[in-house]
């Protein structure tokens, strides 16, 4: 199985041009679209929402991560292996908070160029025609050269912005909810939010918080936009009250 997870939007070609490539590369191995909306050029965000969003996937799961504003200048491509899961894509940090929460960790530097490769389009170019062969079973591919660590590295520790708004309004953030006291308040905008388990626990039009599918504290708003009602963008800061030992970053 192959995993897209990209700031290209499904809007232009880039989604097609690189399953066009693998389509030919891994005829008949699935292709899972798992995000095409990351926050335009935020590999930061996308680190935190990556993941989250990766667990549960079966091992020897391969993923393309694309959100790399630095494409064609100095930065590494990298092939990491996570406890399992074999990760494609740039040195920009987008999989360093993955690979800093697995248990079994291995990285390599992708050191081979196609002589037909695009300057800036590395996601089409580089990283699938090795996503591919890694799907088929290739271990490892020519051209990979084993490293101690990716360059670029972000605290792994929960990040407590808004990370992610979804079609609803609702605003993701980098918070585990797991380790959150329920009884926390969530500060955003000027204004207290209590959690709840379901949006079908508070009044229609009233803001709260709660733990989503994929462990995350999200703020919502039951049955409106919570970036709308709160004004709400990514990257905004959310603090928690005071005494329960959270941490804002």
Same mark, same amino acid.
């Given at each position: &199985?192959?995993? =897209?997870? +990209? #700031?290209?939007?499904?809007?232009?070609?880039?989604v097609?041009? =690189?399953k066009?490539?693998l389509?030919?590369?891994?005829?008949?191995?699935?292709?899972?679209?798992?995000?095409?909306?990351?926050?335009?050029?935020?590999?930061?965000?996308?680190?935190h929402? $990556?993941?989250?969003?990766a667990?549960?996937?079966?091992?020897?799961?391969?993923f393309?991560?694309?959100?790399?504003?630095?494409?064609g200048?100095?930065?590494?491509?990298?092939v990491?292996?996570?406890?399992? /899961?074999?990760l494609?894509?740039?040195?920009?940090g987008l $999989?360093?908070?993955? &690979?800093? %929460?697995?248990?079994?960790?291995?990285?390599?530097?992708?050191?081979?160029?196609?002589?037909?490769?695009?300057?800036? $389009?590395?996601?089409?170019?580089i990283f699938?025609?090795?996503a591919?062969? =890694?799907?088929?079973?290739?271990? &490892?591919?020519?051209?990979?050269?084993?490293? #101690?660590?990716?360059q670029? =590295?972000?605290d792994?520790?929960?990040?407590?912005?808004?990370?992610?708004?979804?079609?609803?309004?609702?605003?993701? +953030?980098?918070?585990r909810?797991?380790g959150?006291?329920?009884? +926390?308040?969530?500060?955003?905008?000027?204004?207290?939010?209590? /959690?709840?388990?379901?949006?079908?626990?508070?009044?229609?039009?009233?803001?709260?918080?709660?733990?989503?599918?994929?462990?995350?504290?999200?703020?919502?708003?039951?049955?409106?936009?919570?970036?709308? %009602?709160?004004?709400? %963008?990514?990257?905004?800061?959310?603090?928690?009250?005071?005494?329960?030992?959270? %941490?804002v970053?």
């Open positions: &199985m192959i995993v =897209l997870f +990209t #700031d290209f939007s499904l809007h232009d070609p880039y097609g041009q =690189l066009a490539v389509a030919q590369a891994c005829p008949g191995q699935p292709v899972i679209d798992l995000l095409h909306i990351v926050p335009a050029f935020n590999a930061h965000a996308g680190a929402l $990556f993941s989250a969003l667990q549960g996937f079966p091992p020897g799961t391969v393309i991560g694309v959100v790399d504003p630095g494409v200048s100095a930065r590494d491509a990298l990491i292996e996570a406890d399992g /899961h074999y494609v894509g740039p040195d920009n $999989f360093s908070v993955r &690979m800093q %929460r697995a248990a079994h960790v291995r990285c390599w530097r992708i050191d081979r160029r196609p002589p037909d490769c695009s300057n800036t $389009f590395h996601g089409r170019d699938a025609p090795i591919a062969r =890694l799907a088929q079973g290739e271990r &490892m591919p020519e051209g990979l050269t084993l490293i #101690d660590a990716p670029v =590295l972000f792994a520790s929960d990040l407590a912005r808004i990370l992610y708004i979804d079609h609803y309004g609702n605003a993701w +953030t980098g918070l909810g797991p959150i006291d329920r009884q +926390t308040q969530l500060q955003i905008a000027g204004q207290a939010l209590r /959690h709840a388990n379901t949006f079908a626990e508070v009044p229609k039009g009233q803001p709260f918080w709660y733990v989503n599918s994929s462990g995350l504290v999200e703020i919502a708003v039951n049955r409106d936009s919570a970036a709308e %009602r709160l004004g709400l %963008r990514i990257g905004d800061i959310v603090r928690l009250s005071p005494g329960q030992g959270q %941490r970053h």
